[in-house]
C-alpha cells in the first residue's frame, strides 16, 4: 500500500519569497512516480511537477521544483519568487509502477502574503 | 483541444434521490479515473474504467455507487439513494494509455461539487 504524509495544514510566505512544502511518501514498490498538484479556489486540480524514482536529477519547472530525497523517502515542492496567485492547495501524489491510481495527500494551504 | 469535461459542475440532492455524474475525457484519451475529496481532504481513488470495463474499482463503496464508460458517450458515475456523506468533489481524469513509465499524466476535469441536502 502506498501513503503520502503532508504536514502542514497550512504555510504563509512573503510575496517574493521562497516556500517549501513538505511531502514524505510510504511504499514498497522499487519504482514509482511523484507528483504535486495545486488546487486554487476555483477547485480545478493543475498538474505542477513530477519526479520519477529513478530520476537522476530533481526535477524543474520554472518557479517550481523538487526537493527529492529517496532515503528519507520525502518529496518536497520548492516554489521560488512566490507571487500572490501562488495562494492555494497543494497536494502530493503518488504512483507506483503498474498501478493506475494516484494516491494523495491531505493537502497544504499556502497563503502568499503582499 | 477541450480538456476533460464534467457536466454538471454542481448538483443539488434530496437524500435518496439519485446522481448522475458526467465525464468526457480528453479527445484520444480510452482512460477514466474517479476520484472523491471530501471536505478538507486530498482526492481519494474511487474507479478506474477503459471503454466498456471498469479495471479497477477498489476505491468504490460497495453499495450504491456504480460507473461505466460506453463505447459511445462520457463516462458516468452513478450514485443511488444519495446520502449526506456522499456530499463532495467528484473529478474525473483521463489518461492515454499506460506505456510502462510511472509518469502517465492524469489530465483532471474541473469537477463536480455535489450536495445532498
Redesign the interface.
Known sequence: AQK?T?TQPGMFVQEKEAVTLDCTYDTSDP???LFW?KQPSS???I?LI?Q??YDQQNATEGRYSLNFQKARKSANLVISASQLGDSAMY?C?M???GS????????TKLTVNP | NAGVMQNPRHLVRRRGQEARLRCSPMKGHS?V?W?RQLP??????MV?LQKENI??E??MPKERFSAEFPKEGPSILRIQQVVRGDSA?Y?C?S?VP?S????????????T?LTVL
Do not use: C, T
Open positions: 503520502i503532508q519504482s514509482y512516480g498538484y477547485g480545478e486540480m498538474f513530477y520519477g524514482s497536494f501524489a504512483r507506483g509502477i493506475e491510481k494516484l494516491v494523495f495527500g491531505k493537502g | 482512460h479515473y476520484y478538507e481532504e486530498g482526492l481519494k481513488f478506474y479495471i479497477d477498489s476505491g468533489a473529478f481524469a489518461s499506460w510502462g513509465n510511472s509518469y502517465n499524466e492524469q489530465f483532471f476535469g474541473p469537477g461539487r
